[in-house]
């Protein structure tokens, strides 16, 4: 495959605006540290989110983190603490959403503690935040004060090193079977949601399948959209929103850009 496979961040503000309506939110909060906002792609999607909020009347507010990664432990803190100040403020129908990876536990911790609503993690996928937040029975935590980099949406314990494992779909529909059953526990159904599917392992697993096609002579070109779209919905079990990237008026026919839908925990 002669291209690029990737998440469509932007549109993902847009979808993540209309899956935190349909979950009842009254207030959006969002996080963010000031290195992130250097970054064009970053600006982009919190300028769409917040423009989508206050389309659908929602109240958009923007909490700035200004801690560096070597005090990361303060962040956290801030974030367990800043949350409940502000569902004291505007109230339990308050979603919350974070720029960075490793704020994703804590936020979802204390979205749980609170009662309030989170529509997705920024890299949206049942391993992303929550196996550490629910404390989940596979024997892996994400360490305080460990370095994870940003690229990797598996949040274990350094101990877990079974990549076939956490690729394999038995596994993968395990865990989102024990974040179900733990959020229901909660009393917190219909409040929490993500994608079915790990991002950096989709990508992986439809990329080196389709290669094996295209050497079949079983696609259509190089690049061959409707297989890539099989493949996708074959691993999520779900649909799958597919485009091409475009900048500037021009097209890209070998850069797919996927979104998969939410599934809300029940």
């Keep these: 495959m ?4 990737d998440n469509n961040w932007i549109n993902q503000s847009v979808a993540m605006a209309k899956q935190a309506h349909e979950m009842g939110t009254k207030t959006f909060v ?7 906002m250097a970054v064009p792609s970053f600006v982009a999607k919190h300028d769409i989110l917040k423009a989508e909020f206050e389309r659908l009347g929602i109240e958009f507010v923007s909490v700035a983190a200004h801690t560096p990664y070597s005090s990361w432990s303060v962040v956290e803190t ?6 409940p100040e502000k569902v004291a403020q505007y109230g339990k129908d ?9 704020l994703q536990s804590a936020l979802i911790m204390a979205v749980l503690e609170e009662g309030a609503i989170f529509p ?3 890299c949206p996928s049942p391993y ?6 629910l404390k989940l029975e596979y024997g892996f935590y994400l360490r305080q004060n460990s370095y994870v980099h940003p690229d990797i949406d598996i949040m274990f314990d350094a101990g877990f090193d079974n990549p076939q494992q956490m690729a394999d779909l038995e596994f993968i529909h395990a865990t989102i079977e024990q974040i179900n059953n733990k959020i229901a526990d909660a009393g917190m159904s219909g409040r929490i949601s993500t994608w079915p599917f790990p991002r950096d392992i989709l990508n992986t697993l439809v990329t080196v399948d389709y290669a094996f096609k295209w050497m079949a002579d079983e696609t259509n070109g190089k690049v061959d959209v409707d297989v890539i779209r ?3 919905e074959a691993y999520t079990g779900t649909g799958v929103d597919i485009e091409l990237y475009t900048e500037e008026d021009i097209t890209y026919d070998n850069y797919i850009l996927y979104m998969q839908p939410y599934i809300t925990f029940r």
């Design 30 to 36: 969002y996080y963010y540290l000031q290195r992130n």
């Design 120 to 122: 997705s993690s920024c």
């Design 128 to 133: 992303h935040g929550f196996p550490a937040a």
């Design 94 to 102: 308050t979603a919350f959403f974070a720029t960075d990876c490793r």
């Design 2 to 5: 002669n291209g690029v496979l």
């Design 230 to 232: 099989e493949l996708i």
């Design 78 to 83: 801030h974030t367990l603490q800043d949350v």
